[in-house]
């Protein structure tokens, strides 16, 4: 079994900033800049909590929601 966490995150694709908000009902939002288009926000997604994680691209993972404003991301606690 992979460690790490998992959170739950409302995607605001086409934001006009790239930030984490605040929490509601028990899901994060997540604002990132590109469209949701061909996964270019799944992309964002994964640069921005890579970033504000301090982990690698690789140890992030969208679980569920890949063509949904809300996702299941697990971050690992290392890399394989």
Same mark, same amino acid.
């Given at each position: 079994?992979?460690?790490?966490?998992?959170?739950?995150?409302?995607?605001? /694709?086409? *934001?006009? &900033?790239?930030?984490?908000?605040?929490?509601?009902?028990?899901?994060?939002?997540?604002? %990132? #800049?590109?469209? /949701?288009? *061909?996964? &270019?926000?799944?992309?964002?997604?994964?640069?921005?909590?890579?970033?504000?994680?301090? %982990? #690698?691209?690789?140890?992030?993972?969208?679980?569920?929601?890949?063509?949904?404003?809300?996702?299941?991301?697990?971050?690992?606690?290392?890399?394989?």
């Amino acid at each position: 079994m992979e460690e790490g966490f998992i959170i739950k995150i409302h995607l605001h /694709p086409s *934001s006009s &900033k790239e930030s984490i908000g605040g929490e509601r009902d028990g899901w994060l939002d997540v604002y %990132v #800049k590109e469209k /949701p288009v *061909s996964g &270019k926000a799944n992309n964002a997604v994964i640069d921005l909590l890579s970033r504000t994680f301090g %982990v #690698k691209r690789q140890q992030i993972r969208i679980l569920h929601g890949e063509k949904s404003r809300r996702k299941i991301v697990m971050i690992k606690a290392r890399a394989n």
